[in-house]
């Protein structure tokens, strides 16, 4: 699996490492922003495969880089929307509706819920790991249900 990169976005540093240090040993590469225009700025540089971002930022705002971000990869990349201070459906559904992100929670937040989300959002975008049996094994296998398939043998 090729490494992943996650931009976090929080103008709080404790919170910044804390979801820094939920994702980082999961082969992720993680990019850090306490501002907006920083966040856009390494957005542009890094091309993340998902930003996580506080919707109160200082200098461009959650919500405007959101939509700003969404608007410029027609919605390519995921972009998880996390505050303390937007609370309800009203503010959820325009951030999912209106300005292009793909999660909101609100704080605080289940971290096992929001882990989830990330990495079901960064699945998409993974190459699956899985052992997958060597093609002569495929080819026998069928091979055998094609045999017990054929015409049936007749009775004397």
Do not use: W
């Not at 993680?30 to 506080?54: F, M, N, S, V």
């Not at 919707?55 to 929307?81: C, R, W, Y």
């Not at 503010?91 to 937040?109: I, Q």
């Not at 093609?135 to 043998?153: C, F, G, W, Y």
């Amino acid at each position: 699996m090729a490494e992943k990169k996650l931009l976090i976005v929080d103008y709080d540093v404790k919170s910044l490492d804390f979801l820094s240090n939920l994702f980082a040993p999961h082969k992720i590469k993680i990019i850090k922003a306490t501002d907006g225009q920083e966040a856009y700025e390494k957005y542009r540089a890094e091309k993340p495969d998902l930003i996580l971002l506080e919707a109160m930022l200082p200098k461009l705002h959650g919500f405007d880089l959101t939509q700003k971000i969404h608007n410029e990869t027609k919605g390519s990349i995921p972009i998880v929307i996390v505050t303390g201070l937007y609370k309800g459906p009203q503010y959820r559904n325009e951030a999912l509706r209106s300005f292009g992100a793909s999660e909101y929670f609100e704080k605080p937040y289940n971290k096992d819920d929001l882990f989830n989300a990330v990495m079901n959002l960064l699945h998409d975008e993974i190459d699956i790991d899985a052992d997958l049996p060597d093609p002569e094994t495929v080819i026998n296998i069928l091979s055998q249900m094609t045999k017990k398939t054929a015409a049936p043998e007749k009775q004397t």
